[in-house]
């Protein structure tokens, strides 16, 4: 079955303690980013990835790391997380660049930073 | 900044009727996309429209595009419960390397 896929879900953390949420999908997409929904505010990018190796700042990158070594996999790093980084957290991958192409959600990661 | 702003932010509307929602995008594009969310969940895509097309229509989805004015409307016809849910727009910016949302529309379907 196509999917993107998120781990974990559900994450209650502290201030500080870094933390990586996985990504990976198995459709072969090249392209593939991270956002975050909060509320009132819906979906803002935060990285996104056009291939392997090359990624690049969306909106709001500050404070998050991204990594692309494999085609499959774009983990979210969060080095240091703050409490302004609780949020729902998206990974999404499409074909390739542009709104040509459908994005393909992942179900999501619920994340609190306390 | 938000390139796109779906309006209104909230629809109530009862089963069998019909729903509205408004996209406004600020600069030019080349495609827009609407997408639906369930409650805390991933998003699903609904349709695409290209900026040379005016009208798209997919079941009881109907997507029209006015590139002049920069807004776009989903129309769902003979809304039922399962429909309830969050409609986003999605524009594409910077060449279309990347993707903006709106804020959705909340909409919720009665019995």
């Known amino acids: 079955e196509a999917q993107v896929t998120q781990n974990p879900r559900y994450l209650i953390t502290v201030t500080g303690k870094k933390l990586t949420v996985t990504c990976s999908q198995n459709m072969n997409h090249e392209y593939m980013s991270w956002y975050r929904q909060d509320p009132g505010l819906g979906l803002r990018q935060i990285y996104y990835s056009m291939n392997v190796e090359v990624t690049d700042k969306g909106d709001v990158p500050e404070g998050y790391k991204v990594s692309r070594k494999e085609k499959r996999n774009f983990p979210l790093i969060l080095e240091s997380p703050s409490p302004n980084q609780t949020s729902l957290y998206f990974c999404?991958?499409?074909?390739?660049?542009?709104?040509?192409?459908?994005?393909?959600f992942g179900p999501g990661t619920r994340l609190l930073v306390l | 900044s938000q390139q796109g702003e779906e309006d209104p932010q909230a629809l109530s509307i009862q089963e069998g009727e019909n729903a509205t929602m408004n996209c406004s995008y600020k600069?030019?594009?080349?495609?827009l996309q609407w997408y639906r969310q369930n409650s805390g969940r991933g998003l699903v895509h609904l349709i695409l429209?290209?900026?040379?097309?005016r009208e798209k229509h997919s079941g009881r989805l109907r997507v029209t595009l006015d590139t002049s004015k920069k807004s776009s409307s989903l129309l769902i016809t003979a809304s039922r419960a399962a429909d309830t849910a969050s409609y986003f727009c999605?524009?594409?910016?910077?060449?279309?390397?990347?993707?903006?949302f709106g804020p959705g529309t909340r909409l919720s379907v009665l019995p």
């Open positions: 600069t030019s594009i080349n495609n």
């Open positions: 999605a524009t594409d910016a910077n060449y279309g390397q990347n993707f903006v």
């Open positions: 999404a991958s499409s074909l390739s660049p542009g709104l040509r192409e459908t994005q393909y």
């Open positions: 429209i290209r900026s040379n097309e």
